[in-house]
């Protein structure tokens, strides 16, 4: 089994900046990749972000130039820096694990970008 946790999202004004992190735990082996995903309310969940176990990055056109994905292997956690915020990145963010044997996800964090 494997365990995702998020954390790092709350409010925000418009032009901040977030980091969340998930951190991964339980029988870990021959990740794949792992990546962000957000749910905007009304809306279908959407991807944002991944990172390959070699270390390369992608990001939706969405995003590109705000968000940086990166990780660290030795505490099992991915990060979602998140700057010049705006209103349109309101969504609960999930994480997700794709590794040998399945795919995994986190239960999600809120970030909410109001003035």
């Known amino acids: 089994q494997v365990q995702l946790v998020e954390s790092g999202g709350g409010l925000v004004q418009p032009g901040g900046s977030l980091r969340l992190s998930c951190a991964a735990s339980?029988?870990?082996?021959?990740?794949?990749?792992r990546g962000w995903y957000r749910q905007a309310p009304g809306k279908q969940r959407e991807w944002v972000a991944t990172v390959t176990n070699i270390g390369f990055t992608n990001l939706a056109d969405s995003v590109k130039g705000r968000f940086t994905i990166s990780r660290d292997n030795a505490k099992n956690t991915v990060y979602l820096q998140m700057n010049n915020l705006t209103p349109e990145d309101t969504a609960v963010y999930y994480c997700?694990?794709?590794?040998?044997?399945?795919?995994?996800w986190g239960k999600g964090t809120l970030v909410t970008v109001s003035s």
């Open positions: 997700n694990m794709v590794q040998e044997g399945g795919t995994y």
């Open positions: 339980g029988t870990i082996f021959s990740i794949n990749s």
